[in-house]
């Protein structure tokens, strides 16, 4: 069964050249390792199975997702600064 994380802990902020592994991604995005598999973030292997991202790529495809939601909501987008 998936853990829950608490909509009351406080996102962690990492700078964009922060390498982070998949469990750390997935509570970022307080979402699961499985679905931050299936969101196509690029990434990079150490070894055969540690798979690793930048902070940058994993913010770059959450504005990504957002823009997309939006568009397809019919909301206007405003990219972030």
């Known amino acids: 069964m998936p853990r829950r994380i608490s909509p009351d802990i406080p996102v962690r902020a990492y700078p964009p050249e922060a390498v982070l592994e998949l ?3 997935a509570e970022w995005m307080r979402s699961s390792e ?3 598999d299936r ?7 150490i070894g055969t199975k540690s798979k690793r991202f ?8 959450i504005e990504e997702l957002v823009e997309q939601a939006q568009r397809e909501a019919g909301l206007p987008f ?3 600064a």
């Open 23 to 25: 469990p750390h991604v």
């Open 34 to 36: 499985d679905s931050v």
């Open 39 to 45: 969101m196509d973030i690029p990434c990079f292997y």
């Open 54 to 61: 930048l902070a940058k790529h994993v913010l770059a495809r």
């Open 78 to 80: 405003k990219k972030s």
